[in-house]
């Protein structure tokens, strides 16, 4: 046995295979519901830099909405496939969780154990040795086995670069794209070119990864294999057992591969069920990870007036006749009409307010950038009363209210099992309430809302992804548990697309 492939070297190597490709596949089903790049956060019409998509986008906004620009991937290419951004997230996060796990264990024991420097350059000849290896490869030749001891120099500087400088930039700009970072350190986000030039940056070294995996893989069956394949399979540096290895080297890529696949299927065979264990491992996690930055920090200051988007997508139009005859009449009478319900079924007083009374509040007003989770972003600035103000209005909170739900005139744009569309609905818990930049609004850039973003009024949860922030709201209510209402996940967007409660991150 050779002590430099040791066990936990190759079970870890075999492991970032499998997670990698778990990591890879969920990230295409979310770059597939909405298949464009930007380095603008405004995401402009026609200002991609790539597109995944033939369709042209309209100039005209709220005409057409981030759901409509959604492409189907088949489940061999993407987890789980057919449209099902929720569950890939889902399988994002624990993805990512494990992959992050095993690399720190990987990267711990490397250097604990000294094999770093096999890994490592530590002396410029790296340079011009590498140099040589590529140009014998360039020449379809081999550079001999005495160049790998056991990495050659061209090996080290893709293995460093992959693992200390690709991984790293892929951590920190997924980071940047989680509303509890974005809404807690946007200069953070900023650096890093905000949502759009983190999510950019992101793709870029996900295709160098790709890349550096399809050429990773050749190499050791084109160069060599004869003692690459029982180095990685058995740990001994010995030809005689190359059949061997060669035979269990490709079964565990088959296994690996057709495990990759069976998750899709398996999630797709029952959806909810699959969204009620990925949360239940993935939101302790979160806790951990995230949960020691409450408070967010207030009057944020990082987003000025020359951050405001020209262009501010949309995700469901305005209500049509057969969703709220209600809600058009109030519109065709300049909102006078209008009445948001505040109250619930736990408490006996209710009322209802006119957009005056709204106003009245103390009125809250900032700059943030929206995020959608199906990627894109738009920076506003928003003004509207906090929610928290609005059911203080009510007297206080009744004992057993855990939660808030926020009904909106307009109808869900699709249920997950195709039944009649019902209003759409988010619940937030005391904890968001309570945030800063949780605001029913009634105005963006110092206009009244636009109908596309749900005029009159609409709800801002800055913490989290766009999803919460209800539109063309009709009524707010003190719940106990969510679990009654719709199909019990806690909104529109957990119902239908299978989204987390939790819309932080
Ligand atoms: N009533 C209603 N509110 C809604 C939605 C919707 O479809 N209907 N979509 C949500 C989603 S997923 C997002 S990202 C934001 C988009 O807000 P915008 O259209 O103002 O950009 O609205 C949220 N509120
Ligand atoms: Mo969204």
Redesign the pocket.
């Known amino acids: 046995m050779d002590p430099d492939f040791p066990l936990w070297l190759r079970a870890m190597h075999l492991m970032n295979f499998v997670l990698i490709g778990i990591l890879l596949r969920s990230g295409w089903e979310m770059l597939s519901s909405l298949p464009r790049l930007w380095w603008r956060n405004d995401c402009a019409p026609g200002t991609e830099w790539l597109r995944f998509t033939k369709r042209k986008l309209p100039k005209e906004e709220g005409v057409y909405t981030?759901l409509m620009d959604e492409r189907s991937l088949s489940p061999l290419i993407s987890l789980p496939g057919k449209k099902n951004i929720g569950l890939g997230r889902h399988w994002h996060g624990l993805g990512t969780t494990l992959w992050l796990i095993n690399g720190l264990a990987y990267v711990i024991l490397l250097f604990a154990t000294g094999l770093w420097r096999r890994i490592i350059p530590t002396s410029w000849d790296v340079f011009p040795q590498a140099w040589e290896s590529l140009t014998i490869y360039l020449g379809f030749g081999k550079p001999s086995i005495e160049h790998f001891q056991p990495y050659d120099a061209l090996q080290m500087l893709g293995y460093t670069t992959i693992i200390f400088v690709v991984a790293p930039l892929m951590i920190l700009t997924g980071l940047a794209m989680a509303p509890a970072i974005r809404s807690r350190f946007p200069r953070y986000v900023k650096m890093l070119g905000g949502h759009q030039g983190a999510r950019s940056i992101h793709f870029i070294c996900m295709v160098i990864m790709t890349l550096f995996i399809i050429m990773h893989v050749s190499l050791v069956f084109l160069v060599h294999a004869e003692h690459n394949l029982p180095k990685m399979m058995f740990g001994s540096d010995d030809p005689a057992r190359y059949a061997q290895a060669f035979t269990v080297a490709v079964a565990m890529i088959i296994a690996v591969i057709a495990f990759w696949i069976a998750l899709s299927y398996i999630s797709l065979a029952d959806r909810p069920r699959m969204q009620r264990f990925l949360v239940a491992v993935t939101e302790p996690v979160r806790r951990v990870a995230f949960g020691w930055m409450k408070p967010r920090n207030r009057n944020q200051t990082a987003y000025t007036e020359k951050d405001i988007s020209e262009f501010?997508?949309?995700?469901?139009l305005p209500p049509t006749a057969d969703e709220s005859v209600e809600w058009l009449e109030m519109r065709d009478n300049d909102w006078a009409d209008w009445r948001l319900h505040v109250g619930g079924d736990m408490i006996d007083s209710s009322l209802e307010l006119t957009l005056d009374d709204v106003k009245a509040l103390p009125a809250h007003d900032y700059i943030a950038t929206?995020t959608?989770m199906?990627g894109w972003s738009?920076t506003s600035r928003w003004t509207g009363a906090r929610l928290e103000d609005i059911l203080a209005l009510l007297g206080p909170r009744p004992a057993t209210a855990k939660y808030v739900m926020i009904t909106?005139h307009?109808l869900?744009?699709e249920m997950i099992d195709h039944r009649p569309r019902e209003p759409?609905y988010a619940v937030i818990d005391l904890e968001t309430l309570h945030e800063d930049d949780t605001v029913l609004t009634y105005s963006r850039n110092g206009q009244p809302l636009e109908s596309?973003?749900?005029a009159p009024a609409?709800l801002r949860v800055e913490s989290n992804?766009?999803?919460k922030?209800?539109?063309?709201v009709k009524s707010i209510e003190w719940i106990e548990d969510y679990s009654v209402y719709g199909d019990g996940r806690g909104g529109?967007?957990e119902d239908s697309a299978l989204q987390a409660f939790n819309g932080r991150i």
């Open positions: 981030s501010h997508w949309t995700n469901g929206h959608c199906q738009a909106s307009g869900a744009q759409f596309h973003l749900g609409r992804h766009g999803y922030m209800v539109k063309w529109t967007r």
